[in-house]
């Protein structure tokens, strides 16, 4: 497995797809996810969202100082990215990719597949003061950073 350079929170918001190398064999497939081998920051936090309902979109929030990895492991979603200037749409809907998502992004979560899971690496705990609720907040913090 090749290694990755450990990354800070981008303060403007930046989105990759990262490409996650399974161990396969007769058996079937493994993907180990290990900091600076294919995560780019320390993993503090994993949670993982599941019966979704297909009618009900999530997130609407941003973060500010976050980096976090998103990985479709079951059935499909559309995750939406806004940095503030860009929009971006990525349809996730295999285990072999992992959406990294760094500091101030605006993020939803649509059109989830009824048996999806979704696995989220994050580099810091659980913080609520974090969170950005409010679209208007985000897009004038998103305006200021990138003055
Ligand atoms: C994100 C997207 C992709 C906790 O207590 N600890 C946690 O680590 C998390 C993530 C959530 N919670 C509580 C807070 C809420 O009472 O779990 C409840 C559901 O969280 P939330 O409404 O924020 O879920 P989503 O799906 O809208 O957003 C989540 C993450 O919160 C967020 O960081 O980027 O998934």
Same mark, same amino acid.
């Given at each position: ?17 990262? @490409? ?43 973060? @500010? ?71 208007? @907040? ?10």
């Amino acid at each position: 497995m090749c290694s990755v350079n450990l990354l800070q929170p981008d303060p403007m918001g930046s989105v990759s797809l990262l @490409q996650l190398d399974p161990m396969g064999d007769d058996r079937g497939s493994l993907i180990a996810l290990e900091t600076s081998k294919n995560v780019p920051f320390n993993i503090k936090r994993v949670y993982y969202i599941y019966d979704t309902r297909t009618d009900i979109a999530r997130g609407f929030h941003a973060h @500010q100082h976050l980096q976090q990895l998103v990985i479709c492991l079951k059935g499909a979603c559309r995750f939406i990215t806004d940095d503030g200037s860009e929009k971006q749409e990525h349809w996730l809907d295999s285990p072999e990719q992992g959406l990294f998502l760094s500091g101030l992004l605006w993020r939803e979560m649509h059109d989830f597949s009824a048996d999806c899971v979704l696995l989220i690496l994050t580099d810091q705990l659980y913080d609520p003061n974090d969170y950005v609720r409010d679209y208007e @907040q985000f897009l004038s913090m998103a305006k200021q950073r990138n003055a």
